[in-house]
């Protein structure tokens, strides 16, 4: 039973247009949610974080928007640049467990 | 920052060897995950530690066993090794408020 996912294999964007990155799940139980930038061959690296009390948050080019009726969360890249290029996973944590469930992942290209 | 550290890059052994896998953290956060990657299914979770000796089942541990003596260390443990254990493994550290830390990846080959 997948938890969160990540509908959207992969994905083509132009560079300086605008990345869209969606993630659902099914666990009504996470109170926190992240997404994450992963290049080959290396660990993935924290982007931005939004609990589950909060509908939006902010960080530099990175957005991350929550809908919790609809079980939804979104990133967005803006302006999208080639070094954007590479695998994005969303993730959702339980509360009072700390355990983090990850979704598919979707590979992000940013063409020049 | 924290640094999360897992003892090899890349790995390969023999179907049936005993593989150990290391990883050292060192912000004293409490839970330490390991979880593997593969191809269109994403980053799962096969053990999880939330305090020194505890651990608790991920979604995947069949085929695999964990030990946590200490609180920097957790190591990911295959008891006999098969070719559809090879995979990238990935280590975490976090928190109670923290995010996850990940560590650089194993890549494990077996053959």
């Known amino acids: 039973d997948q938890q969160v996912k990540q509908n959207s294999p992969s994905l083509s964007v132009q560079e300086g247009r605008i990345s869209i990155l969606n993630c659902d799940y099914t666990n009504s139980m996470f109170d926190y949610f992240l997404w994450y930038k992963k290049y080959p061959a290396e660990g993935p690296t924290f982007l931005i974080s939004?609990?589950?009390?909060?509908d939006k948050n902010e960080d530099g080019r990175f957005t991350v928007f929550l809908n919790k009726s609809a079980k939804h969360l979104s990133l967005h890249i803006v302006p999208s640049q080639p070094g954007d290029s590479a695998v994005y996973f969303c993730a959702g944590r339980t509360s009072g467990t700390y355990k983090y469930i990850f979704g598919t992942g979707t590979r992000l290209k940013v063409l020049a | 920052d924290v640094k999360v550290t897992q003892s090899s890059r890349y790995l390969v052994k023999r179907t049936g060897e005993k593989v150990f896998l290391e990883c050292v953290q060192d912000?004293?956060?409490?839970?330490m995950f390991w979880y593997r990657q593969d191809p269109g299914l994403g980053l799962r979770l096969i053990y999880f530690s939330y305090d020194v000796k505890m651990k608790e089942k991920g979604d995947i541990p069949e085929g695999y066993s964990v030990s946590r003596e200490k609180k920097e260390r957790f190591s990911l443990i295959l008891e006999s090794a098969s070719t559809n254990q090879t995979s990238m493994y990935l280590c975490a550290a976090s928190g109670a408020n923290t995010e996850a830390f990940f560590g650089q990846g194993t890549r494990l080959t077996v053959v």
């Open positions: 939004i609990s589950s009390i909060k």
């Open positions: 912000m004293d956060h409490e839970n």
